[in-house]
C-alpha cells in the first residue's frame, strides 16, 4: 500500500487534494522507515484546471492511478466517466485500498464497490446518495467508514481524519499520533457530521452553559454521570438541557457522553496493557459488557480487535 495515487479532476478545490498530499506525499524521515510514494494522477495527463484560476500538470494518467496500492478519489463535482469506472474496477480488483474524501463516495458507488455496503459521503450529499446508488447503505452521521479494502469519508475536512486512519493502521498508533501533532489536529476527532448538520442555531447564554456542563463532564467521565447531573450542572431544568444540547450538538447527551467514554478509552488499547474490564471503568462505563456494546456500535469492531489492529502489546 506504499504507493499512493489521488485524483485531480477539472474545477476541483486543492483543499482534499492538499490533504492527501500533506498526509502521505511528505518525506518523514524522523520515523526511520519507508514512507508513502504519492503521485498525483488525471482522467488525461495534461494541465488541470483548479478552483482559483490556476492550474497544475500531470503527467499521469488513469494508468498510474489503477496501479497504486492506495488509490483516493476527492470530491467530484460532476458525473463519473466510463474510464475513472474502470479504472477503480480494475485497482479494486487487483487488491488496491480504495478511498473516497466527501463526494468522492459518487465515484465509488458508480463502480459497483459500495453496493450492499455502508458508506459515508458529506451530510449534504447524503440523500442524493441514496437515491441515485439504492443498493449502497448510506450513513451520514460517521466522519468515515473502513471495509478494509474499500473507505469512505464525509465531508472535506473528515478526509484528514480518514487518513489519520489509514496512517494509524499501516505504522501504528504511535506515528500516527505523531503526524497528527504535526498537523496540530486531534488523533481522534469525537463524534460524527451530525453535529455538523445546519440548524438554525441562536447563540445565548443557555448554550454557554450547556457548553459548561459539558467541560465539566469530560473532567468528570469516571463519575456517574446523568442528564439530570448535566443540567443541574447547567442550571437548566432536564427538558430545557435536553433542548438546548440537541440544538448545540445535534445529538443527546447520553449520545455524546457514551462517544467521548469510548473515544477516551483508544489511547489506553492503543498504548497499554490495562485489561478491558479496567479500562471500561476507568472511562465511566459500570461494566465491561456495557463498554464492549457501545465500542462496538461506535467504532464497529470490539476494544480486543481494537487492541490488536493498532499493535498494542497484550
Not at 27 to 32: G, N, V
Not at 34 to 62: D, Q, S
Not at 68 to 93: K, Q, Y
Not at 269 to 284: D, F, M
Request: proline content about 6%; hydrophobic content about 45%; charged content about 20%.
Amino acid at each position: 500500500m506504499r504507493t499512493v495515487a489521488v485524483l485531480a479532476y477539472d474545477g476541483m478545490s486543492v483543499f482534499e487534494l492538499g490533504i492527501v498530499s500533506e498526509v502521505f506525499g511528505l518525506p518523514r524521515p524522523e520515523f526511520d522507515r519507508p514512507w508513502y510514494e504519492l503521485t498525483i494522477c488525471a482522467e488525461k495527463p495534461g494541465p488541470v484546471r483548479v478552483v482559483g484560476g490556476a492550474t497544475l500538470h500531470t503527467e499521469h494518467g488513469l494508468d498510474v492511478f489503477a496501479a497504486a496500492g492506495t488509490v483516493i478519489v476527492p470530491g467530484v463535482n460532476s458525473g463519473v466517466s466510463p474510464e475513472l469506472i474502470a479504472a477503480l474496477r480494475a485497482a479494486h480488483a487487483r487488491g488496491a485500498r480504495i478511498m473516497s474524501i466527501c463526494s468522492g463516495a459518487f465515484a465509488l458507488a458508480a463502480a459497483g464497490l459500495l453496493d450492499g455496503r455502508r458508506a459515508t459521503t458529506h451530510w449534504r450529499y447524503a440523500d442524493a446518495l441514496r437515491e441515485r446508488h439504492p443498493a449502497v447503505e448510506v450513513d451520514a452521521d460517521v466522519l468515515y467508514i473502513d471495509h478494509g479494502d474499500v473507505l469512505t469519508s464525509a465531508g472535506s475536512a473528515a478526509g484528514l481524519d480518514l487518513c489519520l486512519h489509514v496512517i494509524r493502521l499501516d505504522h501504528g498508533p504511535s506515528i500516527a499520533n505523531a503526524v497528527a501533532r504535526r498537523l496540530v489536529v486531534q488523533p481522534h476527532r469525537d463524534g460524527g457530521q451530525a453535529q455538523f448538520v445546519e440548524a438554525p442555531v441562536a447563540a445565548d447564554p443557555e448554550d454557554t452553559r450547556v457548553a459548561r456542563s459539558m467541560d465539566w463532564a469530560l473532567g468528570n467521565l469516571t463519575e456517574p454521570i446523568t442528564v439530570a447531573t448535566l443540567a443541574r450542572h447547567a442550571h437548566m431544568s432536564e427538558r430545557t438541557y435536553l433542548r438546548h444540547f440537541a440544538r448545540a450538538t445535534g445529538t443527546t447527551p447520553i449520545r455524546w457522553l457514551i462517544d467521548r467514554r469510548v473515544h477516551a478509552s483508544l489511547p489506553l488499547l492503543e498504548t497499554t496493557r490495562t485489561p478491558i474490564e479496567a479500562i471500561a471503568t476507568t472511562v465511566g462505563f459500570e461494566t465491561a459488557v456495557t463498554y464492549r456494546h457501545h465500542f462496538g456500535q461506535a467504532m464497529r469492531t470490539s476494544p480486543s480487535a481494537y487492541r490488536r489492529a493498532f499493535n498494542a502489546p497484550e
